[in-house]
């Protein structure tokens, strides 16, 4: 009997080791793939918050966790497989259990342990006999090369919660917007029962699941998992049947996040929150005067990090679907700081220094003011602070090949050739993108060095290094400039300033008031406003100064708040000495003041600066007089400047439907009343220095040509066409 007891045994024996030989051949043959869901793009806040999180390219929602709390795996296996622990993938007793009810029953009960619902949904295969042997083996595989707590971390990834929603954590964040280590006991015991019957037992839809939930509750009050109270408290919690929407703040930084494969971002959600606010009750305000979209962004100066970023203020706006990160407007008077940093550097001006704002003609090009009006002598700065179009496009020609044309151009910025933009470039004519712009103000709080700008996990136009655009002096020099603006020429918009941190702050105003820009930055932030419309339709006469800048002032007052805000700290290298300011240098000085200079800046000699229609300006308002002007120390020089004609350029072609066109031009002489001109082959007739000169033209190439008194000429050969 011992011996038949003793063969039966090894025969078992050898069986069941023949058994596992055969399973260690078929798991070398059919090796375990372990696949996962694919993670939804998930974007966090600076402070762990998340912002946005996006269905994955299956349009599935799938976050996935190592962090189960032993609450809710106890749930799990109370509910679905109590002796989850002691078995090997499979349990035989359930099997037959279920086999035997099957046959004998109408309703279908299973037996699947947690492992071989791993194993099916690693397949997602149809349910047939055949593919139940494979859960069976592949769940053999899984309790052989994982440990038990592996395996239940995998059900608790890749277990579906109804609808697109797979895994616990995801479940948890859409149903009750809560991490797992949050979640009641109730909410535990709803999670730990949808997985058996997800489309059934789905929070958003009715169902018997309260039910279903309670006798979990029961259950785990019985296995001593919860006490009496916990057991009560979770039974009465109500069961709400919603799905929560999925985060989506800052939608647009998030898109650039997502693009960057960025997750944890440097986005402050608290000042986010507030630059929403704000810019949704000021585009309330102008919605009335045909403005419909706004953007906005604020960079930390020191850490050279976009910390906010709305692309379009309200997706729900008329086109707000678009997004303001690439959009390329015209930049109206935002650059003219630029314009005069690089004037204190190159020494054509200090910031007192005497500019003349009068009617001037570069070539065929007129500039205008804003306010069509001229304010004659006026110094550099107010001028900076009245936004004046003639001294900075004057300015600008000045700077010749160290102009706003050069520094946009080697930032790659601009793309086309310097006579492409013209002299307008110093009034926007060079479109910039609400990111560019507000970068190239970080000069201001940075020694005038424009370092790489990090947005959303990437460096800002693939910039390396820092490179210096102007001296540390010039940016604190601007700085303090366009403070001053800020305090005393806001006129209406005064009351937004009125108790804000001192900033230096800049705002400008497209043609035909397309585009509303407001700037501002100190030493901690930079914040650029655009308020417009993205169609590029007209606003009803706002301005950057009334209707944008309060967005800019109200969001430094709040940071102000938060964390005292500080000024641009002046650099050594900046001395104050006596300056004569004149605008032209006679003989003797006539406005001599204390002005800041830079260390190691020569100015430049005004005599080559000054141009032939100054002259005739101050002339003119008898701001000087021939005799000053002929015993001035530039006298020699202006005696042998060639003249300059304007309203036409050359190489010019005109088109005209009439045979003879009515063609104005100007002559501007550096000195004497007046000027001779000569068209074509005909003889030279008089016209008074810078007067309006009226000549008939017909079809075809013409020379002009001007003669001043002291015999220097100037021509400009220009083309007649007909429009036929």
């Known amino acids: 009997m011992e011996r038949e007891i003793s063969m039966k045994f090894r025969l078992l024996s050898m069986f069941i080791l023949l058994l596992f030989v055969m399973f260690l051949i078929l798991d070398k043959i059919f090796m375990l793939k372990i696949t996962m869901h694919e993670p939804s793009p998930v974007v966090y806040a600076k402070n762990g918050e998340i912002l946005t999180i996006r269905l994955n390219k299956n349009s599935q929602i799938f976050l996935p966790t190592t962090q189960i709390p032993q609450i809710l795996k106890q749930s799990v296996i109370a509910y679905e497989d109590r002796y989850f622990y002691y078995h090997f993938g499979i349990n035989p007793l359930s099997i037959m259990r279920a086999t035997f009810h099957n046959l004998t029953h109408k309703n279908r009960i299973g037996a699947s342990t947690i492992t071989m619902q791993v194993a099916r949904m690693l397949n997602q295969n149809k349910r047939t006999y055949i593919n139940k042997i494979k859960e069976i083996f592949i769940a053999i595989q899984l309790e052989w090369h994982y440990s038990k707590d592996e395996i239940l971390t995998m059900y608790?990834?890749?277990?579906?919660?109804?609808?697109?929603?797979?895994?616990?954590?995801?479940?948890?964040?859409?149903?009750?917007?809560?991490?797992?280590?949050?979640?009641?006991?109730?909410?535990?015991?709803?999670?730990?029962?949808?997985?058996?019957?997800?489309?059934?037992?789905?929070?958003?839809?009715?169902?018997?699941?309260?039910?279903?939930?309670?006798?979990?509750?029961?259950?785990?009050?019985?296995?001593?998992?919860?006490?009496?109270?916990?057991?009560?408290?979770?039974?009465?919690?109500?069961?709400?049947?919603?799905?929560?929407?999925?985060?989506?703040?800052?939608?647009?930084?998030?898109?650039?996040?997502?693009?960057?494969?960025?997750?944890?971002?440097?986005?402050?959600?608290?000042?986010?929150?507030?630059?929403?606010?704000?810019?949704?009750?000021?585009?309330?305000?102008?919605?009335?005067?045909?403005?419909?979209?706004?953007?906005?962004?604020?960079?930390?100066?020191?850490?050279?990090?976009?910390?906010?970023?709305?692309?379009?203020?309200?997706?729900?706006?008329?086109?707000?679907?678009?997004?303001?990160?690439?959009?390329?407007?015209?930049?109206?008077?935002?650059?003219?700081?630029?314009?005069?940093?690089?004037?204190?550097?190159?020494?054509?001006?200090?910031?007192?220094?005497?500019?003349?704002?009068?009617?001037?003609?570069?070539?065929?090009?007129?500039?205008?003011?804003?306010?069509?009006?001229?304010?004659?002598?006026?110094?550099?700065?107010?001028?900076?602070?009245?936004?004046?179009?003639?001294?900075?496009?004057?300015?600008?020609?000045?700077?010749?090949?160290?102009?706003?044309?050069?520094?946009?151009?080697?930032?790659?910025?601009?793309?086309?050739?310097?006579?492409?933009?013209?002299?307008?470039?110093?009034?926007?004519?060079?479109?910039?993108?609400?990111?560019?712009?507000?970068?190239?103000?970080?000069?201001?709080?940075?020694?005038?060095?424009?370092?790489?700008?990090?947005?959303?996990?990437?460096?800002?136009?693939?910039?390396?290094?820092?490179?210096?655009?102007?001296s540390n002096a010039s940016a604190y020099l601007s700085?303090?400039?366009?403070?001053?603006?800020a305090r005393s020429h806001l006129l209406q918009a005064y009351k937004y300033a009125k108790n804000s941190p001192k900033i230096a702050f800049k705002t400008g105003t497209s043609y035909l008031h397309k585009d509303l820009w407001a700037i501002g930055?100190?030493?901690?932030?930079?914040?650029?406003?655009?308020?417009?419309?993205?169609?590029?339709?007209?606003?009803?006469?706002?301005?950057?100064?009334?209707?944008?800048?309060?967005?800019?002032?109200?969001?430094?007052?709040?940071?102000?708040?938060?964390?005292?805000?500080?000024?641009?700290k002046r650099p050594n290298g900046i001395i104050t000495m006596p300056t004569c300011l004149d605008a032209f240098v006679a003989k003797e000085c006539k406005n001599e003041q204390i002005d800041e200079h830079i260390v190691g800046v020569m100015q430049k000699n005004r005599c080559e600066l000054i141009s032939a229609q100054e002259l005739n300006f101050m002339l003119k308002n008898a701001i000087i007089t021939q005799d000053e002007l002929k015993n001035s120390k530039c006298s020699e020089i202006l005696a042998s400047s060639k003249p300059q004609i304007t309203h036409i350029k050359q190489d010019q072609i005109i088109l005209s439907e009439h045979p003879i066109s009515k063609i104005m031009i100007k002559c501007h002489a550096f000195m004497g009343d007046d000027v001779y001109i000569k068209i074509d082959q005909d003889e030279y007739f008089t016209a008074k220095n810078g007067d309006d000169i009226f000549i008939d033209l017909t079809h075809g190439k013409h020379s002009i040509k001007c003669l001043d008194d002291g015999s220097n000429q100037s021509e400009v050969n220009i083309q007649i066409r007909s429009l036929r």
Not at 317 to 325: D, E
Not at 372 to 390: C, E, P, Q, R, Y
Not at 557 to 568: A, H
């Open 156 to 470: 608790f990834n890749l277990a579906p919660y109804g609808g697109n929603i797979y895994g616990v954590k995801s479940a948890a964040k859409i149903y009750f917007n809560k991490e797992l280590e949050s979640l009641s006991y109730s909410q535990i015991a709803l999670l730990s029962t949808i997985p058996k019957n997800p489309n059934k037992n789905r929070l958003d839809k009715i169902s018997d699941i309260k039910n279903v939930k309670n006798r979990l509750l029961k259950e785990l009050y019985e296995l001593k998992i919860l006490d009496k109270n916990q057991y009560l408290r979770a039974k009465a919690e109500s069961v709400q049947n919603t799905r929560l929407p999925l985060p989506n703040i800052a939608p647009n930084y998030c898109d650039i996040a997502i693009q960057n494969n960025q997750s944890k971002t440097a986005l402050d959600l608290d000042i986010q929150n507030t630059m929403q606010t704000i810019l949704n009750k000021t585009m309330q305000n102008l919605k009335s005067k045909n403005a419909n979209n706004a953007a906005a962004i604020i960079i930390d100066n020191q850490k050279m990090q976009v910390i906010s970023f709305m692309g379009s203020h309200d997706q729900n706006a008329k086109n707000g679907q678009n997004n303001a990160l690439n959009m390329r407007r015209n930049t109206g008077s935002t650059l003219k700081p630029f314009i005069y940093s690089l004037a204190l550097d190159h020494g054509l001006i200090t910031p007192k220094s005497e500019l003349i704002d009068t009617e001037i003609s570069i070539s065929n090009y007129t500039p205008q003011n804003f306010l069509n009006s001229f304010n004659g002598i006026v110094n550099a700065t107010d001028a900076l602070a009245l936004s004046l179009n003639i001294p900075f496009v004057n300015l600008n020609q000045k700077l010749e090949k160290n102009s706003l044309y050069e520094m946009l151009y080697s930032l790659d910025l601009i793309s086309e050739n310097k006579d492409f933009y013209g002299a307008s470039i110093a009034l926007g004519s060079a479109e910039l993108s609400l990111v560019n712009l507000a970068h190239l103000y970080t000069i201001y709080a940075n020694d005038g060095m424009l370092k790489p700008l990090n947005i959303a996990g990437k460096t800002l136009n693939n910039q390396k290094n820092s490179i210096q655009l102007i």
């Open 479 to 485: 700085a303090k400039a366009m403070s001053e603006a």
């Open 521 to 568: 930055v100190n030493q901690n932030y930079t914040i650029a406003v655009w308020i417009g419309n993205f169609n590029s339709e007209s606003t009803d006469k706002l301005t950057g100064l009334n209707d944008a800048s309060k967005v800019v002032f109200e969001m430094f007052k709040l940071l102000d708040m938060r964390s005292k805000q500080s000024f641009i």
